[in-house]
C-alpha cells in the first residue's frame, strides 16, 4: 500500500485535517491517509492528554483515512525519522509518505535526520495560507539532499491553501466563541464534555 502520514499534535483535530486527507486521497492516489498524533512533540509543547488527542483524532475516521497511534503508544518523544524507520521495518512492503504544511518548512530543517526523510521516503507539503515562498525554500533544501524527486509540493491551484489550526480552535475555544465551522460536531462535543482549552 501507499500510505500518506499527517502527523502533529492534533490539539485539537479539525476540518483542515479532513480536508488535507480527502484532498490527498483524490490528487495522489494514496491507499490510505493516517492521522498520527504525537505523543510528546520535540519542540516542547505544552499539549493537552495523549489519550484524549488520540481519541479526538478517531472521530475523524471514514474510509481511507484512518488515525494511528503508533507515536502515542511509543510513550516517548516522537521523531519522525523514528517513526519511518519503525513502520518500514513492520510493513516493507507498503511506501510511507510525510505530510507537512508549507508553514512547517523553515522548522523542517531543524527535525531529526531530516535528509534521511527525504532520501528513504517522500515528503509532501501541502499548501497553508500565508506561506507562499515555500518553493523557493523548497528548492534550496532539494540541493542538500541526495534524492530531490523525494520532495513532492502540491500546487495551489489543485490544493487551495488551509485556513484552520489548532491554535485557533483553542484561542477561541478560550473566549468562548463558536468553534462550529471549525471542527466536526463530534469533536465540539467531545471538547465541551472534557472542558477542553478553558
Known amino acids: 500500500m501507499k500510505i500518506a502520514i499527517l502527523g502533529g499534535s492534533f490539539d485539537p483535530p479539525h476540518k483542515g485535517h479532513v480536508i488535507i486527507a480527502r484532498r490527498l486521497l483524490k490528487l495522489k492516489h494514496f491507499d490510505q491517509v493516517w492521522l498520527m498524533p504525537c505523543y510528546q512533540h520535540p519542540f516542547s509543547k505544552?499539549?493537552?492528554s495523549p489519550d484524549k488527542r488520540f481519541e479526538m483524532t478517531k472521530l475523524l475516521e471514514k474510509?481511507?483515512?484512518k488515525a494511528s497511534n503508533l507515536e502515542i503508544n511509543n510513550k516517548k518523544i516522537s521523531y519522525t525519522i523514528s517513526t519511518l524507520r519503525i513502520l518500514?521495518?513492520?510493513h516493507p512492503e507498503n511506501k510511507y509518505c510525510w505530510i507537512?504544511?508549507?508553514d512547517q518548512i523553515d522548522a523542517f530543517m531543524k527535525w531529526r535526520e531530516w535528509k534521511e526523510i527525504i532520501n528513504n521516503f517522500q515528503l509532501i507539503t501541502v499548501p497553508r495560507a500565508g506561506f507562499k515562498k515555500a518553493e523557493a525554500k523548497l528548492k534550496d533544501i532539494a540541493k542538500l539532499v541526495t534524492v530531490p524527486k523525494n520532495i513532492i509540493l502540491i500546487d495551489r491551484k489543485q490544493f487551495p491553501p488551509i485556513y484552520v489550526s489548532s491554535t485557533l480552535i483553542r484561542k477561541k475555544t478560550k473566549e468562548k466563541k463558536s468553534i462550529l465551522n471549525l471542527?466536526?460536531?463530534k469533536i465540539e462535543k467531545?471538547?465541551?464534555k472534557h472542558s477542553l482549552y478553558k
Open 46 to 48: 505544552n499539549l493537552s
Open 100 to 102: 507537512i504544511g508549507t
Open 183 to 185: 471542527v466536526p460536531k
Open 190 to 192: 467531545y471538547i465541551i
Open 63 to 65: 474510509d481511507k483515512v
Open 88 to 90: 518500514a521495518k513492520k
